[in-house]
């Protein structure tokens, strides 16, 4: 099973709205992955985390705020976004050891 | 500075035939290479991946080779079906050991394979 689930699947939000992607995984996965993926452009890395730490912060503005409340489940906590941040959000996760990323559906984002 | 390159943005295949993707990089620390396969609207699939160590991985019909001298790679798809038409990324990574490592894409190229 290499199935990583991601809710909502669509998500439309104004400008002064908080809302909260969430990403589950069961695999025993130890390192979780937030990437954000504008059209036609190849996916750009967010925020990692390992071991339910935060590992690599990409630069991401603050309005993106992750959280990782245990090792199997990842939120990205939005608050004040902008129409640009609208995009194809993507979960994944990896075993500890060497291994591929498994993505999930992703969360289609739109900021009006 | 794109350090993983897919310098053909799409690639048309009849049914049957050999899909041959290509992939460079210009950073020697990559040593782990994953090729994924991604329909519109939806998450990235892992297809298959390879490490420095080796220079040929197979799995079913695909096949990943790495030439590391020359810092290339390709995925061969043998025989191309229709459903295998999607954007295929290549990606790489600097780490073989650690979990938590990025994954650094190429810009994908739009394979099309027609019945």
């Known amino acids: 099973d290499t199935e990583v689930t991601q809710t909502p699947k669509h998500l439309v939000m104004g400008m002064t709205n908080k809302k909260s992607l969430k990403c589950e995984q069961h695999?025993?996965?130890?390192?979780m992955y937030w990437y954000k993926q504008k059209a036609k452009k190849p996916p750009e890395l967010m925020f990692v985390?390992?071991?339910?730490?935060?590992?690599i912060n990409e630069s991401v503005p603050s309005r993106f705020s992750p959280e990782c409340p245990n090792s199997s489940l990842l939120n990205l906590h939005l608050h004040a976004l902008q129409p640009e941040d609208s995009a194809l959000y993507l979960c994944?996760?990896?075993?500890?050891?060497?291994?591929?990323?498994?993505f999930g559906p992703g969360t289609r984002l739109t900021v009006l | 500075d794109q350090q993983v390159k897919q310098n053909s943005p799409s690639l048309s295949v009849q049914e049957g035939r050999i899909s041959i993707l290509n992939c460079d990089y210009t950073?020697?620390?990559?040593?782990?290479f994953l090729w994924y396969k991604k329909y519109p609207a939806e998450g990235p699939t892992f297809l298959i991946s390879?490490?420095?160590?080796?220079d040929k991985n197979e799995d079913g019909r695909f096949t990943v080779f790495l030439n590391k001298s020359a810092k290339h790679l390709s995925l061969h798809i043998v025989p191309s079906q229709p459903g295998d038409s999607a954007v295929y990324f290549c990606?790489?990574?600097?780490?073989?050991?650690?979990?938590?490592?990025?994954?650094?894409f190429g810009k994908g190229t739009t394979l099309s394979v027609s019945s």
């Open positions: 994944a996760s990896s075993r500890t050891e060497a291994g591929p990323q498994y």
């Open positions: 695999m025993g996965h130890r390192a």
């Open positions: 985390y390992s071991y339910e730490k935060l590992s």
């Open positions: 950073n020697s620390m990559f040593d782990y």
């Open positions: 390879i490490s420095s160590i080796k």
């Open positions: 990606a790489a990574s600097a780490s073989l050991v650690q979990a938590g490592t990025a994954l650094i």
